[in-house]
């Protein structure tokens, strides 16, 4: 069974940091691109950013909103992702979600089929 | 920044086929994906590339795509469809991702 569980989430105060994990299993980790998306209370979905898998290089994307603050990561090894996020603002405030997307041998995403259950991320003084 | 604008709300009659419209200057070019979200619970992909239906979704569930016009169509409604509705997809460079506002589904 394909689990991804979100951990790290909390209260934070606006300026400081926090790091979220991503623990998967039930499928080859390594083989699969790692996306964060959030949604704020009350609000849509906003994509974060994502690593691709090592097969497409491992590198990062991320939306502007966040570029430069937020940095995603992976260890293939312990089938976790990673979200670092510094310079906290309060309009960080949102559940986190990781999701998983694999690219198709033509090179297409097939949409994220697995989300975990999210956590709460609270930027407050 | 790229957008994708979705209307906010969509209601119909249970049975009746509900579409949903999502724009986006470069969805000739990218595909797009549907999600439905209820409330309290993660996402979950109802359509992927366009027109793609996951294993587990509903027939009724079917997705098109016409210019910069993406549709996502349900067929039969009932009254578990009831939930939001969110559109993604890339930009033109294909780097960068983004949802629609999302589209609230009501089922009269």
């Known amino acids: 069974e394909v689990q991804l569980v979100e951990s790290g989430g909390g209260l934070v105060q606006p300026g400081r940091s926090l790091r979220l994990s991503c623990t998967a299993s039930?499928?080859?980790?390594?083989?699969?691109?790692m996306s964060w998306v959030r949604q704020a209370p009350g609000k849509g979905l906003e994509w974060v950013g994502f690593?691709?898998?090592?097969?497409?290089?491992?590198?990062?994307e991320y939306a502007a909103s966040v570029k430069g603050r937020f940095t995603i990561s992976r260890d293939d090894s312990k089938s976790i992702a990673y979200l670092q996020m510094n310079s906290l603002k309060t309009e960080d405030t949102a559940v986190y979600y990781c999701?998983?997307?694999?690219?198709?041998?033509?090179?297409?995403?097939?949409?994220?089929?697995?989300w975990g259950q999210g956590t709460l991320v609270t930027v407050s003084s | 920044s790229y957008e994708l604008t979705q209307p906010p709300s969509v209601s119909v009659s249970p049975g009746q086929t509900a579409r949903i419209t999502c724009s986006g200057d470069?969805?000739?070019?990218?595909?797009a994906y549907w999600y439905q979200q209820k409330p309290g619970q993660a996402p979950v992909l109802v359509i992927y590339?366009?027109?793609e239906r996951p294993s587990g979704i509903p027939e009724r569930f079917s997705g098109s795509s016409s210019g910069t016009t993406v549709t996502l169509t349900i067929s039969g409604v009932q009254a578990e469809d009831e939930a939001d509705y969110y559109c993604?997809?890339?930009?033109?460079?294909?780097?960068?991702?983004?949802f629609g506002g999302g589209t609230k589904l009501t089922v009269l």
């Open positions: 999701t998983r997307d694999y690219y198709d041998s033509s090179g297409y995403s097939l949409g994220y089929d697995y």
């Open positions: 039930g499928f080859t980790f390594g083989d699969y691109a």
């Open positions: 690593i691709r898998s090592k097969a497409y290089g491992g590198t990062t």
């Open positions: 470069a969805l000739p070019k990218q595909y």
């Open positions: 590339k366009d027109s």
């Open positions: 993604q997809s890339a930009d033109s460079s294909g780097t960068s991702w983004v």
